[in-house]
């Protein structure tokens, strides 16, 4: 039986996801470099990993491969033990086949003598070492040279190249978009590496050799090399925060500060030929860092619940009409655009987020309740914008109305909580699925917080931090 790819709503039950666990080369990082390497601050990789990240792992392997983990978490937990479950060149690591290793499957294709020759060529071209270090490189076993590649360092304190911290955000270098693989072209040189890591996996290794012949790669317009200066608007630059899946013939693409209009058309023109899907909406926000991408400002929780900043989402006042004080910036510079592979219908605009959502909600997922909205920052300035930062819109669906966010966000906390949500914090609801006092199949309607104070300094949350490669149809 070949494994199954297939996403077709950002909601429906998680079944399995790509995911890369923190590695040395996050803590590596000089304050110096942090911004040029997308980061807002450096972390302390310890905290990061013990205190947050590993939570997020316990957290999906209960709901996607619970045999993996069920009656472990006072093992795994205990101070002497040195993450063996978690670390991915350990001899104890869990090895998930539905919460998948980057690292793990990088290590799989290097045991392949051709394609470890090819890559290890690959990035040293690309990092600019000297032939004696590539010599090195291609003699190291392939768990190793896997570990060395995606951290930059030939042990803990010996660094060959810079780390790629930005790779735990997998979802950026490709989306699953019903059972095609769109792979993006991220617009920082930061992950040229990652990019093409992500590139070797996906046309090498076993899991994915039966979806070959649906992979898309977004190519650059034709001579983009010979156009004058660095401009970033020439060149195709798509990157999976801005590509969402909101039902099996409908696709959000955000054009944003990482993914530039032709690497929208570019998109567009792909999956209309393709025959992925019948209908894209172009979702254009302003290019600045505190949005980045259009999971950071709105994602979904149910079929009729999202989460959102009101600031771009409620709508802007006609042209003719006057400006007033409470018009925003960011409500000018709006444009969101639907089109369909049926050229015979002619695009349609919205005039707001809020309108295109309760359309999704009403038309594609054919709800019959009220669309609802939740704000950022419970709407209260300067919390809207403040939890913004630190994702508040940034939710991943486990299913329908269960999402995993950061317990920092007390505002949007609150605003689930009038909406009707439960709130429940991490620790509490793991201990309670080990113990047997609760069962998954009873979450519902639930906002699941995870501890965030160093995650939250790379400005992602746990939408950018998966990529999900199967989900079950929400109908």
């Not at 970033?232 to 409908?250: C, F, I, K, N, Y």
């Amino acid at each position: 039986m070949k494994p199954l790819i297939n996403v077709n709503s950002e909601i429906g039950t998680l079944r399995k996801l790509l995911v890369h666990s923190p590695d040395s080369g996050l803590g590596q990082v000089v304050p110096s470099k942090a911004q040029d390497w997308l980061f807002e601050d450096i972390v302390h990789l310890n905290t990061l990993r013990r205190g947050e990240y590993d939570y997020y792992i316990k957290l999906l392997l209960y709901f996607l491969d619970a045999e993996k983990i069920k009656g472990k978490l006072q093992y795994i937990d205990e101070p002497e033990q040195d993450r063996a479950f978690f670390k991915p060149d350990a001899s104890g690591f869990h090895r998930s086949d539905k919460v998948i290793e980057v690292q793990s499957l990088l290590a799989d294709i290097l045991r392949n003598p051709s394609i470890k020759a090819n890559l290890v060529a690959a990035v040293c071209a690309i990092e600019g070492c000297n032939y004696r270090l590539q010599q090195i490189l291609s003699k190291k076993d392939a768990v190793k040279l896997a570990k060395i590649i995606l951290s930059g360092s030939l042990d803990d304190e010996h660094m060959i190249f810079a780390p790629i911290p930005n790779l735990i955000f997998t979802r950026d270098l490709g989306i699953v978009i019903n059972h095609f693989i769109l792979l993006n072209k991220p617009a920082k040189k930061a992950r040229g590496r990652e990019s093409m890591i992500m590139r070797y996996i996906f046309f090498n290794h076993a899991i994915f050799k039966d979806f070959q012949e649906t992979i898309l790669e977004i190519p650059d317009p034709i001579q983009h090399f010979l156009r004058p200066g660095e401009d970033e608007e020439q060149r195709a630059t798509l990157e999976g925060g801005d590509v969402m899946v909101v039902s099996p013939q409908h696709v959000l693409i955000g054009c944003s500060e990482r993914t530039s209009p032709h690497g929208a058309n570019e998109a567009v023109k792909l999956l209309f030929e393709h025959g992925v899907v019948k209908k894209i909406t172009i979702v254009k926000i302003p290019a600045k860092r505190d949005f980045m991408h259009i999971d950071t400002i709105f994602t979904q929780v149910k079929r009729n619940v999202w989460t959102l900043l009101a600031s771009v989402a409620k709508p802007a006042p006609n042209k003719d009409e006057p400006l007033n004080f409470f018009t925003t910036p960011e409500q000018q510079t709006m444009e969101i655009i639907q089109f369909y592979s049926d050229k015979s219908q002619k695009p349609k605009r919205f005039l707001s987020l809020e309108e295109l959502l309760n359309d999704i909600s009403k038309n594609d997922l054919n709800s019959t309740e009220e669309t609802q909205f939740i704000y950022s920052g419970n709407n209260i300035f300067p919390f809207d914008a403040r939890e913004q930062w630190t994702d508040s819109c940034n939710l991943l669906a486990l299913k329908e109305g269960v999402v995993l966010g950061y317990d920092r966000n007390d505002k949007t906390i609150q605003a689930f909580l009038e909406k009707g949500f439960q709130i429940k914090d991490v620790a509490t609801l793991l201990k309670e699925l080990d113990c047997k006092t609760l069962n998954i199949n009873e979450i519902k309607d639930t906002l699941i917080l995870l501890p965030s104070a160093e995650l939250s300094r790379a400005r992602g949350g746990f939408h950018c931090m998966s990529l999900p490669l199967l989900r079950d149809h929400i109908d």
